[in-house]
């Protein structure tokens, strides 16, 4: 495992550094308002792409038991299935996306509207439709534990693809060209991803039998992709109508870097993912539950760590990657990073939940959206950004930090709200503990004015190696983070060993 995430790191590192120069250059030669036309258009497209309902997850678990049996019957029967769903579902998006067309300048506030912005719409369309081509392929090889080749042929071609992009954009200054380059790198991977099926899954034939299974599991993932939707895409879309384009590509800039470092924790949880699957179904409830607990602190710690890191650091670094663009304030950033520590944290609880097949919560994503809506739509209206991400913030509280564990806990482990209160307590003491002390250990470090990238390196390894060993000090603390960094050692010790 610790190849995998080695490799994954790499790769996501790579492909990330590219995107943020990309970005740069976009926004240099191309302006704020086309990259907030194209932040927008993701996130609209999101929306569209609701009718996708979740069938990924429910098709990875429904080819895990299948695939550790080697039963070719039932996988070849889940695969044509999961083929025959997402031809319809792309056929349906394309209709949908058409539809939308007249509704484009509602979302849009541009200080010249052309109807190139149709085109570009309709480009976009075609680019989230051809990736329905290879998810099958991603589905399937995901779940038999090859999430490994499925990164590396991603990043790889990502990367090549956005560097042809960045050479695009300085040299003809063209978003035609740039959505094309985005196609051609769909058409490639799903290439590649062909190849490696025809090569190792020659077992899997036609068969017009359908797997029934995967409906039931659809309907209640569908309404945690519809949380899920308003909760991730919908703050472009409310910026974008209660302020404007620029700010939306401003903003935009700063979810690159949230994103980044959750692509980065996601690295190591994508890896889990079907482990954790493969140890539910091996072991009881009280073996799972300790072991959710020592994930669970883990990633405390992680998100912790991050967090205060990016809270520090994130303003010096948008001011050297874009030059002379708009800072956001301390506060909009204290609120961005609020969400960003939930993002972290919130994964692992949902792999565990997932892994155990618990997709019928219906209630805590539609609870989640509506809150995250309500919230963002009446506090954007008067603060504008700010209000947008407190809607945010108030349904992480209520739905995330609360509502949804309460419901694991007594679902899974059968354990009550007096359990989700000592084991999540402890949590937020820990947090608060090590953010009042970071507060007064890193204050005397805190740079103003940085004007190299050299001296923000050096800046950001100075606050980091202060923040992860003030951090690992507090947590150490937790019983559960102690066990966990004991086991980690004792694997450790005789991997030397057998290695010796």
């Not at 669970?296 to 010096?316: E, H, K, P, R």
């Not at 989640?368 to 506090?379: A, D, G, P, T």
Request: proline fraction near 1%.
């Amino acid at each position: 495992m610790k190849k995998e995430v080695l490799i994954n790191f790499i790769l996501t590192v790579l492909s990330n550094a590219v995107l943020f120069i990309q970005n740069r250059y976009f926004v240099q030669y191309m302006g704020l308002e086309t990259l907030g036309i194209m932040k927008l258009f993701t996130q609209l497209l999101a929306y569209l792409n609701i009718i996708e309902m979740g069938l990924g997850s429910a098709s990875a678990f429904a080819l895990y038991k299948p695939l550790a049996e080697k039963d070719y019957k039932n996988i070849s029967i889940v695969i044509n299935t999961i083929d025959n769903i997402y031809n319809k579902i792309a056929v349906l998006l394309i209709i949908l996306g058409a539809l939308c067309i007249p509704i484009i300048p509602f979302f849009t506030k541009v200080s010249n509207f052309s109807n190139e912005i149709y085109f570009y719409w309709v480009l976009y369309v075609l680019n989230t439709v051809s990736t329905y081509l290879f998810i099958k392929y991603v589905i399937l090889f995901t779940a038999n534990q090859e999430f490994l080749y499925v990164r590396s042929v991603q990043s790889i071609s990502k990367s090549l693809f956005q560097l042809l992009q960045i050479i695009c954009i300085i040299k003809y200054h063209s978003f035609f060209i740039y959505i094309i380059l985005l196609i051609l790198d769909n058409l490639v991977q799903w290439v590649f991803f062909r190849f490696h099926y025809k090569k190792k899954y020659s077992f899997i034939i036609k068969t017009k039998e359908k797997f029934n299974g995967i409906k039931n599991d659809i309907k209640n993932l569908f309404w945690h992709k519809i949380g899920g939707l308003v909760v991730f895409n919908t703050d472009l879309i409310l910026i974008s109508k209660f302020t404007s384009l620029e700010i939306v590509g401003i903003y935009a800039s700063y979810q690159m870097i949230v994103q980044t470092l959750k692509t980065i924790i996601d690295i190591l949880t994508n890896v889990l993912s079907p482990k954790i699957g493969n140890f539910i179904a091996k072991h009881n409830k009280i073996e799972i539950y300790e072991s959710l607990k020592k994930f669970n602190i883990f990633y405390c710690f992680i998100a912790t760590v991050f967090t205060y890191c990016m809270y520090v650091l994130i303003n010096s670094f948008v001011n050297l990657w874009l030059v002379e663009t708009i800072l956001l304030s301390n506060f909009t950033i204290e609120l961005i990073c609020f969400n960003l520590w939930v993002n972290l944290f919130r994964g692992i609880l949902d792999k565990f939940k997932e892994g155990a097949g618990f997709f019928d919560d219906i209630k805590s994503p539609i609870l989640e959206s509506v809150i995250n809506l309500v919230v963002s739509i009446i506090l954007g209206l008067k603060l504008g950004l700010d209000g947008v991400i407190i809607g945010t913030i108030v349904s992480n509280i209520t739905v995330i930090l609360i509502y949804k564990p309460i419901l694991v806990f007594e679902r899974c482990f059968n354990k009550d709200w007096k359990e989700y209160i000592k084991v999540y307590g402890n949590y937020l003491i820990l947090v608060i503990i090590s953010l009042i002390s970071l507060n007064f250990i890193t204050k005397p470090f805190i740079q103003e004015n940085i004007t190299s990238w050299l001296s923000w390196i050096v800046y950001a390894v100075k606050i980091s190696s202060i923040s992860l060993i003030a951090i690992t000090l507090i947590f150490l603390l937790n019983k559960n983070f102690r066990n966990l960094l004991k086991e980690n050692i004792k694997i450790k010790k005789e991997h030397n060993k057998k290695v010796n």
